[in-house]
């Protein structure tokens, strides 16, 4: 058994890369073998504080891999009844639609699919199917290949809060960092052991903070 944990990234103010550095940040996080391909590029309404695995638009582009210009929208499960008291997520439902608009096994290719798409205008995010455990720095801090271990790079049309650590189980509140542009990965670790408590990954940290600067803010939810 275990807790699901999404920890993110981001810099301290809701700021949005211009397109050229939000590509350069994604291809970089591949050549330094902080995440693996396929990756997959999307484009609409999209929250980010969604599960990353678990019905969520990510998690489609990521497990079922349809083709470019497939519409996703969040998946709701057979005999779930949403609650209007559970709050706004990551503790009540997201509602995400966006379309698929490339998606590839060679990372360079990712730039020119971002210069193409609406950057600014709608929320973008790119999906990575996992980080990349023949890293031995990622190895080292996960324990364990687990090839579950979404990440994604979101940039967003406007600020959403992301919760700095929650239960998403528990009840809404608490401290919010508003975002723009973050990275959100995901990881299950064993009871007792929640994780992050020496804080973000390093081998990943160490390229966001090229985009994001030093006072880079992470956080986590888990439930």
């Given amino acids: 058994m275990g807790i699901w944990t999404d920890a993110f990234i981001a810099p301290p103010e809701p700021t949005l890369l211009r397109p050229e550095a939000f590509g350069r940040l994604a291809v970089e996080l591949a050549r330094e073998r902080v995440v693996r391909p396929p990756w997959a590029l999307i484009a609409g309404r999209l929250c980010v504080n969604a599960s990353l695995n678990w019905g969520s638009v990510s998690g489609q582009a990521k497990w079922k891999r349809p083709p470019v210009g497939t ?14 008291d559970d709050g706004p997520p990551p503790w009540g439902p997201s509602h ?23 950057y600014g205008d709608e929320d973008i995010a790119v999906v990575f199917a996992h980080m990349d455990f023949g890293n ?22 406007s600020p959403q809060d992301r919760p700095l650590s929650t239960n998403d189980c528990g009840e809404p509140g608490g401290p919010v960092l508003p975002v723009r ?4 990965h995901t990881f299950k670790h064993a009871l007792g052991r929640l994780g992050l408590e020496d804080g973000p990954v390093p081998a990943l940290a160490s390229v966001t903070s090229r985009w994001f600067g030093p ?5 986590k939810t888990w439930g």
């Fill in 71 to 84: 519409v996703l929208r969040t998946e709701e499960y057979p005999g779930e009844v949403p609650d209007p």
């Fill in 96 to 118: 995400e639609e966006a379309r698929l608009l490339a998606s590839g096994e060679k990372v360079l290719d990712l730039l020119p699919a971002l210069r193409a798409a609406p």
């Fill in 181 to 184: 542009t973050c990275v959100v």
């Fill in 215 to 219: 006072d880079q803010v992470g956080g």
């Fill in 136 to 157: 031995r720095a990622i190895t080292d801090y996960f324990k364990y290949e687990d090839r579950r271990t979404t990440l994604v790079c979101f940039a967003l049309a």
